[in-house]
């Protein structure tokens, strides 16, 4: 077995298990009942799904310089996703969107 096929196959995973979880929180935004469920489905599934299919092209890219740029891609979305969910979150907050109570339905 040659260390390409491992690399393909290594790679063609992390692509597949990002699609996973992009898909899973495209579910989590569609199925959960309140604003800040949905908010954390997004906001993780967002992280890990990019994190895997970057992952994956990082295996593939055939210079450093396409490397680089993944990586800055990368360390740009980490920092700005958890970010991004925290501002609409207080911005919800602030607004008024309450939290469930303790046993209350949330549908």
Same mark, same amino acid.
């Given at each position: ?23 899973? *929180? ?21 992280? @890990? *799904? ?30 700005? *996703? ?9 911005? @919800? ?15």
């Amino acid at each position: 077995m040659s260390v390409s096929l491992l690399i393909d196959v290594a790679s063609g995973a992390l692509v597949l298990a990002g699609c996973v979880f992009v898909v899973s *929180g495209g579910v989590g935004l569609l199925r959960f009942p309140d604003f800040y469920t949905r908010t954390h489905a997004g906001s993780l599934t967002d992280s @890990a *799904g990019a994190a895997l299919l970057i992952l994956g092209l990082l295996l593939q890219a055939e210079s450093w310089q396409s490397a680089l740029r993944l990586v800055l891609i990368m360390l740009f979305m980490m920092l700005t *996703g958890p970010t991004a969910a925290h501002a609409l979150a207080q911005a @919800a907050r602030r607004d008024g969107e309450r939290l469930p109570a303790e046993g209350e339905d949330r549908h």
